[in-house]
């Protein structure tokens, strides 16, 4: 049912040489880097978010970029409409969907100490008194890190004036599972899902018998030392809340949503973040975690998608991130996407040349120019930093928030979709480790 590389062999690793040392790290098995890559000096950098941020039409932009342990920090227009301010490496944004990619870390985490599998149905971490619908096929951990668990991609419209990030709550969602109908049945197609990964952080929780708050700051955010972090701003960190052009409501609590979207961080916090991304953090993710993440879906195994290709069609989906390109072509990307509230956030990593890049931006009064697309646009200048040409043009499209999977339910066994379903990224001769967006 999956496959996985040995643990010295590790998801997210930057190039063969990586590989060979087993140096663990977050990011996954990519090719050595071309002889004819020549990367650029990080100061290429600001012309190539000048051009990000002026075709954003943004109020406000953060960009940070790391190379190994190299960083570099831009700020860009204002941190509101009127202000005078330049946004700073300290100032606040909301990651928005960036949220998932840290879900998917503890989930990795905790699977690789046996305390979840990612084989576990959902219904195991029901809370008492929930009666979950029979469904074709139970919903397992790994469908919902993975977008293909059948469920929609909100469980509807947050009531009036609800705060962003802050609905649906533990309750209402485990609620609303026991009356719900999957799009299709779980494993034979990607539909983008929020309350997903909300459920996903639920059910870790229940099977380490405590809050998810708790297991990402223990395994996670307290060992990057990422202090900044946080489902639960303080008054001081909601004044440094970048603003776009338009009343987003209140900064507050969003641990309703810890799992899809609800992180507020800084560029300072996501400097590490990105560190640890390309295995020049400290710590390292453990070999046993990367080993769970060293499997990827292949789109081609299921019978559609919907709502994964905001920077581009994918190649493979991750747990918790999506893939552009095969691995062994010197442009292949790993990102993620993110937005809501005012903001748009991106993680996009190559790992040929040991970059990733995070990008941050506030509504502005007029929104993007015509054309642009900020993930896309963001790939292409990380592989400017690599000296790579851009990856090729794709035609825009508007992703509709009701254009979702209809078609009629399949009935082949699990374990048969499964075979076809999972691909490994192996090296010569290894065998074993390894929006609102």
Request: hydrophobic share 35%.
């Amino acid at each position: 049912m999956r496959l996985l590389l040995p643990a010295s062999l590790l998801c997210f690793c930057l190039s063969s040489a990586v590989a060979q040392s087993a140096i663990p790290s977050a990011v996954p098995i990519a090719p050595k880097a071309p002889a004819l890559m020549t990367p650029r000096d990080l100061s290429a950098t600001e012309p190539l978010g000048e051009e990000l941020y002026n075709n954003s039409g943004a109020t406000g932009m953060v960009l940070v970029v790391v190379r190994d342990n190299q960083t570099y920090f831009h700020g860009y227009g204002k941190t509101a409409i009127g202000s005078q301010t330049v946004p700073t490496e300290d100032s606040v944004v909301r990651l928005c969907s960036l949220t998932k990619t840290f879900t998917a870390d503890v989930l990795a985490k905790l699977a690789a100490e046996g305390v979840v599998h990612l084989d576990e149905p959902l219904v195991k971490f029901a809370p008492p008194g929930i009666d979950l619908p029979k469904f074709d096929s139970p919903i397992t951990l790994e469908e919902l890190a993975t977008h293909t668990s059948g469920l929609t991609r909100e469980i509807g419209t947050a009531p009036r004036r609800t705060p962003h990030f802050t609905y649906p709550d533990y309750e209402t969602r485990w609620h609303w599972l026991e009356g719900a109908e999957l799009k299709f049945t779980p494993g034979t197609q990607a539909l983008y899902s929020n309350v997903g990964f909300d459920l996903l952080s639920d059910a870790m929780a229940s099977a380490a018998r405590t809050s998810y708050a708790t297991l990402l700051e223990t395994n996670t955010l307290k060992p990057l030392q990422m202090w900044q972090t946080t489902f639960y701003p303080s008054a001081a960190q909601c004044a440094s809340l970048l603003q776009g052009a338009h009343n987003e409501g209140p900064c507050t609590n969003t641990s309703s949503t810890e799992g899809s979207s609800g992180l507020y961080s800084t560029p300072s916090d996501m400097a590490k973040w990105l560190r640890y991304l390309v295995g020049a953090g400290t710590p390292a993710l453990p070999a046993e975690a990367a080993g769970v993440r060293a499997y990827y879906l292949l789109p081609s195994s299921l019978t559609r998608q919907y709502g994964l290709d905001h920077a581009g069609k994918p190649t493979e989906i991750g747990l918790g991130w999506i893939l552009l390109g095969e691995n062994t072509d010197p442009s292949h990307i790993i990102e993620k996407t993110g937005g809501g509230a005012g903001f748009t956030t991106y993680i996009a990593i190559h790992p040929a040349s040991h970059t990733a890049l995070f990008v941050a931006t506030t509504d502005g009064p007029h929104g993007w120019h015509p054309g642009f697309n900020l993930f896309k646009a963001s790939n292409n200048a990380l592989l400017a930093l690599a000296g790579l040409p851009p990856l090729p043009q794709e035609s825009l499209r508007r992703i509709s928030r009701r254009h979702y999977a209809r078609t009629p339910r399949l009935v082949r066994a699990k374990q048969t979709r499964r075979a076809h379903a999972v691909r490994v990224a192996q090296q010569g001769g290894a065998s074993g480790s390894e929006s609102e967006h």
